[in-house]
C-alpha cells in the first residue's frame, strides 16, 4: 500500500515517530548514566528537555494562528476570547489554592498529550474507511495513554507532571488497578491480533499509524509505569510529544506552503529558514521560561529575584500560564479535521 505519510518517510520517521523508540533505546542503554546525568546536568537538562522543546513547542503554535495573517483575520474572535478566558479560567482557579490551580493545568495537560496522540493516529489513518478496524485503533490509543495515567494516580511516583502532590486526590478512590490492568492487556491484544489479521488478509500495512500507536503504547507504559525516574518521565513525555509538535507545524505551516500562501512567512522557507523558524520559538520559550524563573520558582537561573507578594501571584501565574493554557485550548480547534491533510 501506499503509504499517508505527511511530508515523507524520512522527515516523518526521523521527527515524528522515531523519537519515543529513539529515546527508550537511549534510556534503556544508558539507563545507569541517567541518574548521573540527572544530578551533574540538572540545568542543562532543564534548559534542552523543557525550554527548547517542550515550551518552545508551544510557541511554534504562533506559526499556524497568530502569525499566520489570513487565518488569524478569518478566525480572529476566537484568537483574541482564547487567551481571555484562559486568563479569567486561571484567576478563577487560583482563588482556590496553588495546588488546586496546578492540579486542574495538570489534567487539562494531560488531556492534550493523549489528544495529540490521537490527533496523529487519525492522521495516518485518514485515507482508510470508518470501519470496526479504526474504533479498534482509537480504543489502543486512548488505552495506551489512559492506563498509565490511572495508574499514576494510585501508585505514587517520584516525577510530577507540574508540581508535587497534584494527583494525590485520586489516591482516596478505591484501588482499581487490577481491573484496568485487564482492560488495557485486553485491548493490546485485541490490537494486535486485528492488526495481524489485516496484514494477512488485505497484504497491507500502514506503517506510520502502526508506528504511532506502538510507540504511544512504549513510551507512556515505560515512562510512567515502568521506569519510577524524574528524567526518564520526562525525556519520554516531552521529547516524544514535542518534537513531532514542531516538525507537524514546520511542515505543513512552512515546508507545504507556497510563498504567495506564506507572504512575509515565506523568509522561513529560505535555506535557512528551519534555524531561523527554531530560533524563534527557542527565543521566545526562554524569555517565558526567564520570567517564570525570576518571578516564581528561582530553581535554575541564579540571579537577583523578585519577591511577588502572595497577592500579587494570584494574578502573576494565571497571567503567566496564559501562553500555555492557550495551546493547550487552541488545539481543540486548529486541528478538528485531520482527514484534510493530502
Not at 532543564?46 to 513547542?57: E, N, Q, R, S
Not at 529558514?273 to 541564579?302: D, M, P, Q, T
Request: hydrophobic share 50%.
Amino acid at each position: 500500500m501506499k503509504q499517508p505519510w505527511i511530508y515523507n518517510g524520512k522527515t516523518d520517521g526521523l521527527f515524528i515517530l522515531l523519537p519515543p523508540f529513539l529515546v527508550l533505546f537511549f534510556i534503556i542503554i544508558f539507563q545507569s548514566q541517567i541518574q548521573y546525568l540527572e544530578n551533574h546536568y540538572s540545568f542543562f537538562i532543564w534548559l534542552f528537555l523543557i525550554v527548547f522543546v517542550d515550551v518552545a513547542h508551544v510557541y511554534s503554535t504562533l506559526f499556524k494562528t497568530y502569525f499566520v495573517k489570513e487565518e488569524f483575520r478569518k478566525r480572529k474572535k476566537l484568537y483574541i476570547i482564547i487567551p481571555v478566558i484562559g486568563f479569567v479560567l486561571g484567576l478563577v482557579l487560583y482563588q482556590f489554592g496553588s495546588l488546586f490551580f496546578w492540579s486542574v493545568l495538570a489534567l487539562v495537560a494531560v488531556f492534550h498529550f493523549i489528544r495529540q496522540q490521537y490527533g496523529f493516529m487519525r492522521i495516518y489513518a485518514r485515507k482508510e474507511p470508518n470501519t470496526i478496524s479504526k474504533k479498534i485503533d482509537e480504543l489502543a490509543i486512548y488505552s495506551a495513554t489512559i492506563y498509565p495515567m490511572l495508574y499514576w494516580f494510585k501508585t505514587p511516583r517520584v516525577f510530577t507532571w507540574f508540581m508535587t502532590n497534584e494527583f494525590t486526590w485520586m489516591e482516596k478512590l478505591p484501588d482499581y488497578r487490577p481491573y484496568i490492568l485487564v482492560v488495557y492487556l485486553s485491548i493490546i491484544g485485541i490490537w494486535v491480533l486485528k492488526t495481524l489479521y489485516l496484514w494477512n488478509k488485505n497484504k497491507s500495512f500502514n506503517i506510520p499509524k502502526n508506528m504511532i500507536i506502538i510507540g504511544t503504547y512504549l513510551s507512556w507504559y515505560f515512562g510512567i509505569v515502568y521506569f519510577n525516574n524524574d528524567l526518564i518521565f520526562t525525556l519520554l513525555n516531552v521529547l516524544s510529544h514535542g518534537i513531532p509538535y514542531i516538525a507537524l507545524i514546520y511542515i505543513r505551516e512552512i515546508k507545504q506552503k507556497d510563498e504567495v500562501q506564506l507572504k512575509k512567512l515565506s523568509i522561513f522557507k529560505t535555506s535557512l529558514g528551519i534555524i531561523l523558524f527554531v530560533g524563534v520559538i527557542i527565543g521566545l520559550a526562554f524569555f517565558e521560561e526567564l520570567l517564570w524563573e525570576v518571578l516564581v520558582w528561582r530553581e535554575n537561573i541564579s540571579v537577583n529575584a523578585i519577591f511577588p507578594s502572595l497577592s500579587f501571584q494570584q494574578f502573576l501565574i494565571p497571567l503567566l500560564v496564559i501562553p500555555q493554557l492557550t495551546h493547550y485550548l487552541l488545539d481543540g480547534f486548529i486541528w478538528k479535521k485531520p482527514e484534510k491533510i493530502n
